[in-house]
């Protein structure tokens, strides 16, 4: 969607009755890990910012510290409407804002209110938002999918599905000074391509000379009986 206005209207109203997100974080150790988090805003504004507290001393501040790539993955199953977020996250020390946004239930989390030690205000920048928004009724449904298991045809598309471009990544993706996505795309498969065979040719210089000959003489390769058609490979024990 190129309209970032619209977007955003059409994003916050899929999202903005979804109480909690699955707020997902890169470990250390390359894994992913998914927490629950209230989302506090009341609407969402220009700056196409949604905003969490957590613990500071918590795992999910570390990680998005360590690598501000985040998702955030809403899903209503009554309405089935599903919407995955992606944004870049960082602490933002902002007690004005942390007011604006305090509630009984924050409260209840941090009993030191605003001013606790161990709060911190989470701002994620939305970048990119993929939905699924299923409009059909439960039994319109019930009778595509019936009806695609008697006839053997996949059932007939239910409900929108789309894609939100917000911030700078809008035109980044087409616009950039890199050139459009797909040549980005080539250059970069390219530079991987270039990078292996370079490795292969590091590690091949790396061998010994007789590095086959040597493997060859201190194991025996077996194989399977020759057929009486086949001819003998010469060098192998096939016995």
């Known amino acids: 969607m190129s309209d970032s206005s619209n977007g955003r209207t059409q994003l916050w109203d899929l999202i903005h009755d979804i109480k909690f997100a699955m707020f997902v974080t890169r470990q250390g150790n390359g894994h992913l890990q998914s927490r629950p988090m209230t989302t506090q805003n009341q609407k969402l504004g220009d700056d196409d910012t949604l905003w969490f507290f957590m613990s500071r001393s918590g795992d999910p501040v570390n990680d998005l510290v360590a690598e501000p790539i985040v998702n955030l993955s809403y899903a209503d199953t009554g309405s089935d409407r599903f919407v995955s977020v992606s944004g870049q996250a960082r602490v933002v020390d902002d007690k004005a804002k942390t007011q604006e946004l305090w509630s009984k239930m924050a409260q209840a989390w941090f ?34 999918m019936a009806k695609a298991a008697m006839t053997g045809t996949r059932p007939e598309p239910m409900g929108q599905t789309g ?77």
């Open 111 to 144: 009993p030191g209110g605003v001013d606790d030690p161990n709060l911190a205000l989470i701002e994620v920048k939305i970048v990119h938002a993929h939905y699924w928004n299923v409009t059909e009724s439960k039994i319109t449904q019930l009778y595509q």
């Open 163 to 239: 894609e939100v471009h917000l911030g700078e990544a809008a035109s980044a993706d087409t616009l950039d000074t890199g050139g459009t996505r797909d040549a980005r795309d080539a250059r970069s498969a390219s530079g991987t391509r270039s990078a292996l065979v370079k490795s292969e040719k590091e590690a091949s210089a790396q061998q010994p000379e007789n590095f086959k000959d040597v493997a060859l003489q201190d194991k025996k390769v077996h194989i399977p009986p020759l057929g009486q058609d086949a001819a003998p490979i010469h060098g192998l024990d096939t016995k």
